[in-house]
């Protein structure tokens, strides 16, 4: 049973402090995203790739968020420097068939205090 | 203002109720997903629909896409507690962009 997976599960950091999100997508699938989810804004795309190529980060605060792909398994999604607003629930999603299907990972949760 | 509107936000019903949520747009659209999330969990694709007035049926679930490609409901049909989660909607707009709608919080009460 093919998964994406996420690391951490969970994040408490302090204002300042570097945080790295990993995620792996499911084998073979070629286009990743990342998504931030809060209570105010609901689920709001940052970034996403296509055959480890970055596609569309319009949604990412260039100054602080980068997002990267180092090989076909693993993808990148760092904070630096940390705020408490960054505080959400992260996901990051793989697909085969660019947005018409998307398989969400379990999320990292992260608080900025 | 949000791309996509859903409605009603929140809905508490008895099992075994129907339900219809909605989701609407001013907005014309390649394609429209329904997805449910379930607390701690990331969403779950349910379908896509892709052609105006296209229904698609999942067990006791019922999805159509306008006819003019900018709204979509989802009913459900003789509601369980297992269907409890927040159902999204989100669509590939003309110029390729993907957004999320804000959500239905939908409780099914044994």
């Known amino acids: 049973d093919a998964r994406v997976t996420q690391t951490p599960r969970h994040k408490v950091t302090e204002m300042g402090q570097e945080v790295t999100m990993r995620c792996q997508p499911i084998?073979?699938?070629?286009?990743v995203f990342w998504y931030r989810q809060t209570m105010m804004q609901g689920l709001e795309l940052l970034a996403y790739?296509?055959?480890?190529?970055?596609?569309?980060d319009s949604g990412m605060p260039k100054d602080r968020f980068s997002a990267e792909m180092p090989d076909a398994t693993l993808a990148t999604l760092k904070i630096q420097p940390s705020e408490p607003r960054d505080s959400a629930v992260y996901f990051c999603?793989?697909?085969?068939?660019?947005?018409?299907?998307?398989?969400f990972g379990p999320g990292t949760r992260l608080t900025v205090t | 203002t949000q791309l996509l509107e859903q409605s009603p936000q929140f809905l508490s019903i008895q099992e075994g109720e129907n339900l219809t949520v909605y989701c609407n747009s001013s907005?014309?659209?390649?394609?429209l997903q329904w997805y449910r999330q379930e607390p701690g969990e990331g969403p779950v694709l349910l379908v896509t629909v892709v052609t105006g007035g296209e229904v698609k049926k999942l067990k006791r679930l019922t999805f159509q896409f306008g006819d003019a490609r900018k709204d979509s409901s989802l009913h459900i049909t003789a509601a369980q507690p297992g269907d409890t989660g927040l159902y999204l909607c989100a669509v590939l707009n003309t110029g390729n962009q993907f957004y999320f709608g804000t959500g239905t919080s939908l409780t099914v009460i044994p």
């Open positions: 084998l073979g699938h070629n286009t």
């Open positions: 907005s014309v659209f390649s394609s």
């Open positions: 790739f296509r055959n480890r190529a970055p596609l569309d």
């Open positions: 999603a793989s697909g085969f068939r660019g947005a018409y299907e998307q398989y």
